[in-house]
T-cell receptor, first 112, second 115 residues
Framework: GDSVTQMEGPVTLSEEAFLTINCTYT??????LFWYVQYPGEGLQLLLK?????DKGSNKGFEATYRKETTSFHLEKGSVQVSDSAVYFC???????????FGTGTSLTVIP | EPEVTQTPSHQVTQMGQEVILRCVPI?????FYWYRQILGQKVEFLVS????????KSEIFDDQFSVERPDGSNFTLKIRSTKLEDSAMYFC?????????????FGSGTRLTVV
């Protein structure tokens, strides 16, 4: 079936450190891949997405590349800030469907 | 930026009681959804709703659950007789369109605690 496996948290980094949150997927169809972010007290917000292999989604300094050969969509940021502290969710939807399949979420705390 | 609003943010209820979780989707969106996340587990799909009827539901969404759009703005999830295992964060979402590449706008969630 369709599923997402996401790096376990919590993750604690110092400001300006490099961030990677791993995400791999299993899909029966040809999925679109998403990263959502949840800041404290807020809803899940779309951070970035990619709809086909080798596409790179990017937003707010975050990037993720859709790698079909490794079935991965790892989230990266070169230099994290305290304001990036949040929970990050990797998710997929197959192109014939409407249902999101989420990972468990990875909590990130950035310390000054 | 338009938001999906959920109320209450936290609800505590006794086992066996009925609860109604409320959501106000984005006004021009046509498709509505409920998801939940049990602590430490994945966010799971419950149900999708379009044109005043359920369009898709998961195995979790049994006869204890129901959804309704009672007026032009609200979208509710009712659990008839709550169980301890219904304790979770419930997220409402809405979207303008359907399809694999379409993203949803999610609310901030209602944390339901059944005691």
């Amino acid at each position: 079936g369709d599923s997402v496996t996401q790096m376990e948290g919590p993750v604690t980094l110092s400001e300006e450190a490099f961030l990677t949150i791993n995400c791999t997927y299993t899909a029966t169809g040809y999925p679109s891949l998403f990263w959502y972010v949840q800041y404290p007290g807020e809803g899940l917000q779309l951070l970035l997405k990619a709809t086909k292999a080798d596409d790179k989604g990017s937003n707010k300094g975050f990037e993720a590349t859709y790698r079909k050969e490794t079935t991965s969509f790892h989230l990266e940021k070169g230099s994290v800030q305290v304001s990036d502290s949040a929970v990050y969710f990797c998710a997929l939807k197959v192109n014939t469907g409407n249902q999101f399949y989420f990972g468990t979420g990875t909590s990130l705390t950035v310390i000054p | 930026e338009p938001e999906v609003t959920q109320t209450p943010s936290h609800q505590v209820t006794q086992m066996g009681q009925e609860v109604i979780l409320r959501c106000v989707p984005i006004s021009n969106h046509l498709y509505f959804y409920w998801y939940r996340q049990i602590l430490g587990q994945k966010v799971e799909f419950l149900v999708s709703f379009y044109n005043n009827e359920i369009s898709e539901k998961s195995e979790i969404f049994d006869d204890q659950f129901s959804v309704e759009r009672p007026d032009g703005s609200n979208f509710t999830l009712k659990i008839r007789s709550t169980k301890l295992e219904d304790s979770a964060m419930y997220f409402c979402a809405s979207s303008e369109a359907r399809g694999g590449s379409v993203s949803y706008t999610f609310g901030s969630g209602t944390r339901l605690t059944v005691v």
